[in-house]
């Protein structure tokens, strides 16, 4: 479940989005270059996506109720998408722009101000972002990394607009500026690109990492020479929770204690090697051949 804190977090990106909106619009109106403006809309689309991840971790740091009964934690992943999908408008925005500039060259001024005024806000950027990305990967928050990794395109954004600012200011080829716009929003692009497949995956319920589901494994097959088995292991994540389902097939012969010890022990191994992990058993005996009625469940086991 997410914590507190992590919406702490998103209002922290808030902050540094209206902080670079003013500085960055300061540097375009100081310099008409279309790479300081392409710089300053993005800036407004992280403000955007930041008050989106506000709202959306509220939502997600629920517990389950009667309607939801596995919790909020996939509205993250509405989040990350709708953030993903605003960073290739951003970067189709600055190509449009670039393009138009190409054939529309016009003189920039004052390019000093404006390359110091663009590496403030670069800087404030890229300290939040960091500070984000960590923060996400620590508390498994998707729409705080996704965040942090917008961020972190600002500053990739900016980086290409003062190179090509100062390849102008050294050289006096205006085409450098919309030519350095265009690299910039290929690179965002493919960042919004990845958010909104790894958005796809969460909500399409995609399974644990192939490691982790590995894992699992390894723990169901060290029960074989005790005669049980097992099939239908189903694992996916939502958020920061994970969930691994399994059918666990025992002697006929054991007691139900016996058969429920070892459903907590394998409950209990599997939680360690997956953090945050709710785990579904099912207990069934393994001479019945209704226990393998069921084997369009099945993955592997």
Request: charged share 20%.
């Amino acid at each position: 479940m997410a914590k507190r804190g992590v919406v702490a977090y998103a209002w922290l990106a808030v902050g540094a989005a209206l902080a670079t909106i003013v500085i960055k619009t300061a540097a375009y109106l100081i310099t008409d270059s279309v790479g300081l403006l392409s710089d300053a809309l993005e800036s407004v689309v992280n403000l955007v996506s930041a008050l989106l991840a506000v709202s959306v971790l509220r939502i997600a740091e629920q517990g389950p109720d009667s309607e939801h009964n596995y919790g909020h934690e996939k509205a993250e992943y509405f989040s990350s998408g709708v953030e993903g999908a605003l960073i290739l408008l951003a970067a189709a925005v600055v190509a449009a722009l670039a393009v138009q500039r190409f054939f529309e060259p016009h003189l920039l001024e004052r390019l000093n101000l404006g390359i110091l005024f663009s590496l403030g806000a670069s800087v404030l950027n890229l300290v939040v972002a960091r500070i984000l990305i960590r923060a996400g990967r620590r508390r498994k928050s998707i729409a705080l990394e996704a965040d942090g990794h917008h961020l972190m395109s600002d500053v990739w954004t900016s980086v290409g607009v003062l190179a090509g600012l100062a390849g102008v200011a050294l050289t006096g080829r205006q085409w450098l500026d919309p030519l350095a716009a265009l690299v910039v929003a290929a690179h965002i692009g493919w960042v919004g690109s990845r958010l909104v497949q790894r958005s796809v995956h969460g909500l399409m319920d995609r399974a644990l990492s192939p490691a982790r589901v590995q894992a699992v494994t390894d723990i169901l097959t060290s029960y074989r020479e005790m005669g049980v088995r097992y099939h239908a292991l189903r694992t996916r994540r939502a958020g920061a929770r994970s969930f691994v389902s399994v059918h666990i097939m025992v002697p006929g012969r054991w007691s139900v204690q016996k058969g429920h010890d070892l459903l907590e022990e394998i409950e209990s191994r599997i939680r360690r090697q997956v953090p945050s992990a709710s785990v579904f058993t099912h207990l069934e005996p393994v001479e019945d051949p209704l226990s393998q009625a069921d084997v369009e469940l099945d993955r592997d086991g």
